[in-house]
């Protein structure tokens, strides 16, 4: 264990003084959640106006979910809705400014909430800024509650033989959230603000596998300049050598993640959610992605054409994860395929936090994480018996 | 019965149908200094990788004090210092930061780690440039640190592969000085080179390599005498350079040629005998006056050439 710390604390004397480290773990998190914000438009806390509602779906549910949502109190004191037919007439809404914001149902809202209890509701926001948006995702977790409120109530009815009614105050008083809607913004030419929400955790994300990438790059870089082999010649596991490289790759990941979001949050108000949930996310997302970076770069033979694929592999996940394009616009079996990927399981993570989820929702996805990450660890470990030179 | 410090048993790598190293023997008796001789691409860091561990044969043993590499590997490494053929040091660290980063990696700690790094430091010579970066330093001063860092522990056992290549010729003698006088305080070494004339004046016994098999070994002059019959000398005179030309060609066995560059520098090689040198002397006598003389080794070519029956390959 000395010997690993001995070992990552040169790693990171070394960062430090080419200020790889400052770059990784502060400056471009910084600099990248800035950019982001800005892009998205800064979010005014304004309320009131009036919302339009597209119902797509015309589904008994979709109806349903809509009717509890202008009901619900919240929703009335803060907001008119107004009924729209199409998508087109909403943008035309918008255009003449006679609404704020519009909440589009998909077609499929109905029989998907059914099949998996998620859906992906679209935002309309004006091109000049997002004054509707925020109003709009109040009511889309208004719905999400809805959404989650009723099917819980269906399943428990049929589980329990309770008539609807009853089974429903059951479920309400439950209290209890899962990862129901995500928003999915259309914007108008312009910005929203709303995206930051779903798109903020996903650049820490994909932020995250940058920066282990870093670490691990040092490996090859080692590999290279004989230092690597002179260490397999000191009485050190090969395994130690490693774990101190994924010990600074987690480090610099946490770091950056931890900034990306200190930065969204501070300087730019966004709401990531219960901060405990989201720190927890970014520790077994952190971990999960060394052990994967680690097991790439490991192979007793690997050389400089890892350091490609290390960058294709942080795009790829962050693409497949949801990082770049919304997850749950995506056609399903692309959700499914997600699931593959660390960067799906957390992205699942943050929308739970994000619709006001707790720690306790977040269960699937942090053992999930734990899991890829204790596997690929195997992995390193059994590459690492052969050697590593 | 004296203890093998280093013992190489049936060694073979093969880099994909390339025979790298092929059935290597040879071991080393503690306190000895050893010597890899052979041509670039015989096999001789390859060799040295495995005795380090650094390197897994596809067979064979080494055995370090006793300890089998393969099986208590922190056992044998803890003995052996390394120092690679190419310098392998962290040129955003200072040379101390080096040494101590590489002792840190060896157990050593607190006051002996500082004394240590301040020892090898003066070995090496290099006491007032320690807290430079290392990037800074030029290449024999690397080279000098590259050495130290395979000190700073204290190995029973050194393992220095091509130490003095791309060197100049003071910081080679600096570097073969500090060898000379580690083997002198018992350390026992192992020493690869394809100059003759460092392993002559390092080593107690040598083993000369081509394609990753020893084809000849003993102590340097056994070698030499057994390779090259007879003998070379240079000789420079002041005075009738023909006439002492002619002086010397008169010895029975003798030959004897004018450098070409420098004409008052004769070139005198015998075929039998082990040193004509005071015969050619005798005749010079009255002829002409001797400035210098200084035998000349057989090079390693010549050794190569005499043992294969090719020269050295590149
Ligand atoms: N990693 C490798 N992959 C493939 N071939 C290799 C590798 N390392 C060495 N070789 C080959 O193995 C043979 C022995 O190389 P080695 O480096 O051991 O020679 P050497 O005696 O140290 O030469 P030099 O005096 O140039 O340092 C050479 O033909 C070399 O090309
Ligand atoms: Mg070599």
Redo the contacts with the bound molecule.
């Keep these: 264990m000395r010997i690993i710390l001995v070992m990552s604390g040169r790693e990171l004397v070394a960062r430090l003084r080419d200020w790889t480290a400052l770059l990784v773990v502060l400056v471009a998190p910084v600099v990248l959640a800035s950019l982001f914000s800005f892009a998205l438009g800064r979010a005014d806390p304004v309320a009131g106006g009036v919302l339009g509602v597209v119902d797509l779906d015309g589904s008994e549910l979709s109806a349903f979910v809509i009717d509890e949502v202008a009901g619900s109190p919240e929703v009335a004191a803060s907001v008119d809705l107004r009924r729209l037919p199409t998508e087109e007439a909403a943008e035309q809404a918008l255009r003449d400014g006679d609404v704020e914001a519009a909440v589009i149902f998909p077609r499929d809202f109905g029989a998907t909430v059914q099949r998996s209890g998620g859906q992906s509701l679209t935002i309309l926001t004006p091109a000049e800024g997002a004054r509707g948006g925020i109003a709009a995702r109040g009511v889309v977790e208004r719905v999400s509650a809805e959404v989650y409120a009723v099917t819980l109530a269906a399943r428990v009815a049929v589980a329990t033989g309770l008539p609807a009614d009853e089974a429903r105050s059951e479920a309400e008083r439950d209290h209890a959230r899962q990862p129901g809607l995500t928003l999915d913004e259309h914007v108008m030419p312009g910005g929203s603000a709303v995206a930051a929400a779903y798109y903020g955790p996903g650049m820490a994300l994909l932020f995250g596998f940058f920066a282990v990438a870093v670490a691990a790059r040092s490996l090859l870089a080692e590999r290279r300049l004989g230092t690597l082999a002179r260490t397999r010649a000191a009485p050190v596991a090969a395994l130690a050598v490693v774990a101190a490289k994924g010990l600074v790759g987690f480090l610099f990941a946490l770091l950056g993640m931890l900034a990306t979001w200190g930065s969204s949050v501070l300087l730019f108000g966004a709401d990531w959610g219960d901060p405990l949930g989201v720190v927890l996310l970014f520790t077994v997302f952190a971990l999960a992605a060394t052990g994967l970076t680690m097991a790439l770069v490991s192979g007793p033979r690997t050389g400089g054409e890892a350091e490609g694929s290390l960058l294709v592999l942080a795009f790829t996940f962050a693409v497949l994860g949801g990082n770049l394009i919304n997850l749950y616009r995506m056609p399903e079996y692309m959700q499914w395929v997600s699931l593959l990927t660390p960067n799906g399981w957390a992205t699942r993570g943050f929308s739970i936090l994000t619709t006001g989820g707790g720690l306790s929702d977040l269960g699937g996805p942090l053992l999930a994480l734990a899991v890829i990450a204790v596997g690929f660890a195997a992995v390193v470990a059994v590459r690492f018996r052969k050697g590593l030179t | 019965m004296l203890t093998a410090a280093l013992e190489c048993e049936g060694l073979v790598k093969r880099?994909?149908s390339?025979l790298?190293?092929d059935g290597l023997k040879f071991s080393v008796t503690e306190g000895e200094a050893y010597g890899l001789l052979?041509?670039?691409?015989?096999?001789?860091?390859?060799?040295i990788e495995m005795v380090v561990g650094v390197l897994i044969p596809d067979s064979g043993t080494v055995r370090v004090h006793g300890h089998e590499m393969a099986r208590h590997p922190l056992r044998a490494k803890r003995l052996v210092g390394y120092v690679p053929?190419e310098v392998a040091l962290y040129p955003d660290l200072t040379g101390r930061e080096n040494l101590r980063y590489f002792g840190r990696l060896f157990g050593l700690r607190g006051q002996r780690l500082r004394r240590r790094v301040a020892e090898v430091l003066d070995v090496v010579g290099l006491a007032d440039r320690a807290d430079e970066r290392l990037g800074t330093y030029s290449g024999g001063m690397q080279r000098r640190v590259n050495i130290a860092a395979g000190l700073v522990h204290e190995p029973k056992v050194l393992v220095l592969?091509?130490p003095t290549v791309g060197v100049d010729p003071q910081s080679r003698n600096a570097i073969l000085e500090s060898v000379e006088r580690l083997v002198a305080g018992g350390t026992t070494v192992l020493y690869?080179s394809?100059y003759m004339e460092e392993v002559e004046r390092v080593c107690d016994r040598v083993g000369i390599?081509d394609r990753?098999r020893i084809i000849a070994e003993g102590r340097p002059e056994e070698l030499m005498a057994t390779l090259s019959p007879g003998g070379r000398a240079e000789v420079e005179v002041d005075g009738d350079v023909q006439a002492a030309g002619v002086a010397v060609a008169a010895l029975p066995g003798v030959a004897v040629t004018v450098a070409d560059h420098r004409p008052r520098l004769l070139l005198v090689t015998w075929t039998e005998g082990a040193d004509r040198l005071p015969d050619v002397l005798q005749a010079l006598n009255g002829v002409a006056a001797v400035v210098r003389t200084a035998a000349v080794r057989p090079s390693l070519e010549e050794v190569f050439l005499h043992l294969t029956g090719t020269s050295l390959r590149d």
């Excluded at chain 2, 052979?38 to 060799?47: A, D, F, R, V």
Aim: no cysteine; hydrophobic share 20%.
């Design positions: 880099y994909g390339l790298a190293v052979g041509p670039n691409g015989s096999g001789k860091s390859t060799t053929q592969d091509e690869t394809h390599i990753g």
